[in-house]
């Protein structure tokens, strides 16, 4: 019983020290690159045009148990604010449990490179669009029937 409690205990910790880390590496990457913006690149959602690949991984918590999750995906922006999933596979514990496939969703982008990603009943994301809009880096923020948390970057393919 014992053996089982502490191996919980350390669980948490190392998960709660993750998150420390996930957060502290999101901030200072989040002021070198939103320099980029003050540098003269000014967003918007029309700068978001063509097929990236987008990963992404974190934990879903399901009946207060994290569980890892993983997703990789090709999501097609629109330049309009519109997205489709050229294909994608949602995989949580090991388990596929969702083929992404077709999935909809909006998404904002505000004149300092900053925005957001809602996925039509699935969760919602906050991004920051790199210089170009070769690559955003996207961290989740609201779950959909399972909360949860994780990160990711979605990187242009070219000529797509």
Same mark, same amino acid.
């Given at each position: 019983?014992?053996?089982?409690? %502490? ?9 709660? #020290?993750?998150? %420390?880390?996930?957060? /502290?590496?999101?901030? +200072? ?6 320099? /980029?913006?003050?540098?003269?690149? &000014?967003?918007? &959602?029309?700068?978001?045009? !063509? ?8 934990? /879903?918590?399901? $009946?207060?148990? +994290? *569980? ?5 995906? !090709? ?14 596979? *949602?995989?949580?514990? $090991? ?13 904002? *982008?505000?004149?300092? #490179?900053?925005?957001? +990603?809602?996925?039509?009943? !699935? ?5 920051? *669009? $790199? ?13 959909? $029937? ?10 242009? +393919?070219?000529?797509?």
């Amino acid at each position: 019983m014992k053996t089982k409690l %502490v191996k919980s205990i350390t669980s948490y910790l190392l998960f709660a #020290c993750a998150l %420390v880390s996930l957060v /502290a590496a999101m901030t +200072l990457g989040t002021s070198a690159t939103a320099g /980029a913006a003050a540098d003269g690149q &000014v967003c918007s &959602v029309h700068m978001l045009r !063509g097929l990236y690949l987008w990963t992404f991984d974190g934990y /879903a918590n399901l $009946g207060g148990n +994290l *569980v890892p999750k993983a997703v990789m995906q !090709g999501t097609r922006f629109n330049g309009d604010g519109t997205t489709i999933n050229a294909f994608g596979t *949602v995989n949580i514990g $090991g388990t596929i449990i969702i083929d992404a496939t077709g999935g909809v969703g909006t998404y904002t *982008v505000a004149a300092d #490179c900053t925005g957001t +990603l809602s996925i039509t009943d !699935g969760p919602s994301f906050n991004m920051y *669009v $790199g210089p170009g809009a070769q690559t955003l880096w996207i961290t989740q923020i609201v779950g959909a $029937g399972a909360t949860g948390l994780g990160v990711g970057t979605a990187t242009r +393919l070219p000529g797509r």
